[in-house]
C-alpha cells in the first residue's frame, strides 16, 4: 500500500472523518489489507459506534496477533465497551496495562467503564494514574466544560443535518449562529410542505454539548438533545417568523440550562419559563415528547462516537396544566391535550384553551410559591407523600425506602402516622413530588435521606426518628 493512501486515511481520521475512511479502507482488496490497516478500520467502525463490525474484524485477526499487541488489545478492549461487555472490557484494558503500565487509552478507557457502571471510588483512582500520566487526553474527555461554549464536528453537524433532511424535511429558513449571541445553536424554519401542512423549528447545536441524566441507581448517562417546535400551517409567514421569535428564545434559555447547569432534557420534562419572555404569550412553561417514533427498520440518529442525539417536541402549558401534571402524571397531561386539541395537540399558537382551568387541585399546606430550595440532592427526587402531610400540614411520622419505580424516582415515601388502610387504598390521597417540597413541610428528614434503600424510620413521642422493621412500616 502506497504511502499516499495511508496519509489520506490518516487525515480523515484526524478530521473525525471515520465513515468515509472506513468507506475507503473497506474497498481495498483483502491481500491489500495489512494489520496496520485492519486496525485502522477496526477503529473507524469503533467510532462509528459499529462495534459488532469491529468486534468480528478482530476477531479473525486473533490468531495471528501476539500476546504483546498493545494497539490490537486497545481496539479489542474498546469494541467490548461499545457493546457494553465491561467485565470483558476491563480485562483486555488491564491486558493492555500489563504490556505498558502508562498505556494512557487503557487508563481512559477504564475511568470510562466506572463511569458509566457508576463505580466512583475505582473511577477516582484510574482518573488519578491517568491525569498524571496524560492530564490534557483526561481532562479533554472528564474535564469541566460548563463555561464553555461546544460546537459539532463538521461530521457530526451534516450527521444531524442528514437526519433532519430525511426525517423533517429541507425547505428551511437557517437563523445563523451568530445572531445568538455567541451561543453556539442554529435554528432552523422549515415552511410547510406537502407532508408536513405546518412550520417547524429545530435547534442545531444543542446536542452538542452532553448533558448528564441521573439514573435511579446512580448510574449517569450522557443525554444530547435537540428541540422542535410546531406551529399551524395557516399562519402567515410573517407571523410565523414573529412568533419563532420567542420560541427561539425559549429553546436558547433551555440549552443554557443544559450547559451551564450540566442538567438534561427527557420526555415527559415540564419546565417553567421562569419570567416570561414575551408579553403576547401566556404559556408558563412546556412539556416535552418525543418528536418521533421509530419502527426496527428506522435507526435514531447516531453520532461517530456512538452517542444518540434524541428530538424533543416543546409543547407550551399553562399553570393549571402543569399542576396537573405534577398532580396526576404526564401520560394523563397528553391525553388531556390531545383529547382537547386532537391532532394539534403540539401545535404553539400565542393563545389556546387552558384545559385544566376546570380543574380542581388540592389546597396544598403550604403554597407552591412560599416552597424554598432547603434540600441538596444528587441524583433521582421523585417520592410519594400523603395529603396528611402536603394538605393537612402535619409532619413526617414514618418514613422509609422502596426499590424506585423510575428512573427520577428516589425511592422514599413519606407518611403521616395515623393514615389506615382505606385511606392508603385511595390513590386521591397519596401524590408524587420532589424530595425538596417534603422537606419545605419538614426538614428533620433531611439528615436521614442518604440512607440506602430497605430503610425506615418512625418518630417516637419524643418527636425524634428511630430505625424500624422496613416490613413493618405499615
Not at 475511568?111 to 479533554?140: M, P
Not at 410546531?230 to 434559555?253: E, V
Not at 435507526?299 to 405534577?326: A, N
Not at 382537547?340 to 403554597?367: E, F, Q, T
Amino acid at each position: 500500500m502506497d504511502n499516499e493512501f495511508m496519509y489520506e486515511i490518516e487525515a480523515l481520521m484526524n478530521d473525525g472523518r471515520f465513515e468515509e475512511a472506513a468507506d475507503k479502507l473497506s474497498e481495498l482488496d483483502e491481500d491489500e489489507m495489512t494489520e496496520e490497516l485492519t486496525l485502522m478500520l477496526a477503529h473507524c467502525l469503533s467510532q462509528c459506534a459499529r462495534y459488532r463490525e469491529a468486534l468480528e474484524i478482530l476477531e479473525e485477526m486473533e490468531d495471528d496477533v501476539t500476546y504483546d499487541d498493545l494497539s490490537y488489545y486497545i481496539e479489542l478492549a474498546g469494541a467490548n465497551f461499545g457493546l457494553h461487555r465491561y467485565r470483558t472490557a476491563i480485562s483486555l484494558a488491564k491486558h493492555c496495562l500489563e504490556i505498558d503500565e502508562n498505556c494512557i487509552e487503557a487508563w481512559l478507557l477504564l475511568c470510562l467503564i466506572y463511569q458509566e457502571t457508576g463505580d466512583d471510588e475505582k473511577f477516582d483512582e484510574a482518573s488519578n494514574t491517568a491525569r498524571e500520566i496524560d492530564e490534557q487526553a483526561w481532562d479533554n474527555i472528564f474535564g469541566d466544560r460548563t463555561d464553555e461554549l461546544q460546537f459539532y464536528s463538521k461530521e457530526e453537524k451534516d450527521i444531524v443535518l442528514g437526519f433532519i433532511k430525511d426525517h423533517f424535511g429541507y425547505n428551511y429558513y437557517t437563523q445563523d449562529e451568530n445572531d445568538m449571541q455567541g451561543y453556539p445553536v442554529s435554528t432552523l424554519i422549515m415552511s410547510p410542505n406537502e407532508e408536513f401542512d405546518y412550520y417547524r423549528i429545530l435547534t442545531v447545536g444543542l446536542g452538542a454539548y452532553r448533558g448528564i441524566e441521573q439514573a435511579p441507581d446512580g448510574k449517569k448517562f450522557v443525554h444530547r438533545v435537540e428541540l422542535v417546535a410546531s406551529i399551524p400551517g395557516n399562519t402567515h409567514f410573517r407571523d410565523a417568523i414573529a412568533q419563532a421569535d420567542w420560541i427561539i428564545k425559549i429553546m436558547r434559555q433551555f440549552g443554557e440550562m443544559i450547559q451551564y447547569d450540566n442538567s438534561w432534557l427527557g420526555p415527559g420534562h415540564t419546565i417553567s419559563y421562569g419570567d416570561r419572555l414575551d408579553e403576547s404569550v401566556e404559556y408558563d412553561g412546556v412539556i416535552f415528547s418525543p418528536a418521533l417514533s421509530f419502527d426496527k427498520e428506522k435507526s435514531p440518529c447516531m453520532l461517530p462516537c456512538g452517542e444518540e442525539v434524541e428530538f424533543l417536541q416543546m409543547i407550551p402549558l399553562y399553570e393549571d396544566e402543569m399542576v396537573f401534571k405534577i398532580e396526576n402524571g404526564s401520560m394523563e397531561l397528553f391525553n388531556r391535550l390531545y383529547e382537547g386539541l386532537g391532532d394539534a395537540s403540539d401545535m404553539i399558537v400565542p393563545k389556546r384553551k387552558n384545559l385544566c382551568a376546570d380543574v380542581k387541585h388540592k389546597n396544598w399546606g403550604i403554597p407552591r410559591s412560599s416552597l424554598e430550595n432547603i434540600l441538596d440532592w444528587d441524583g433521582p427526587d421523585g417520592c410519594y407523600a400523603t395529603d396528611r402531610i402536603t394538605v393537612e400540614n402535619r409532619k413526617v411520622g414514618i418514613m422509609y425506602r422502596e426499590p424506585p419505580e423510575s428512573r427520577l424516582d428516589s425511592g422514599w415515601r413519606f407518611l403521616a402516622g395515623d393514615e389506615d388502610e382505606d385511606y392508603m387504598n385511595n390513590i386521591e390521597n397519596t401524590d408524587i413530588y420532589r424530595l425538596n417540597t417534603i422537606c419545605n413541610y419538614d426538614a428533620e428528614i433531611i439528615e436521614y435521606l442518604d440512607n440506602p434503600v430497605g430503610s425506615a424510620f418512625y418518630r417516637n413521642k419524643n418527636g425524634e426518628f428511630r430505625p424500624m422493621d422496613f416490613h413493618s412500616k405499615k
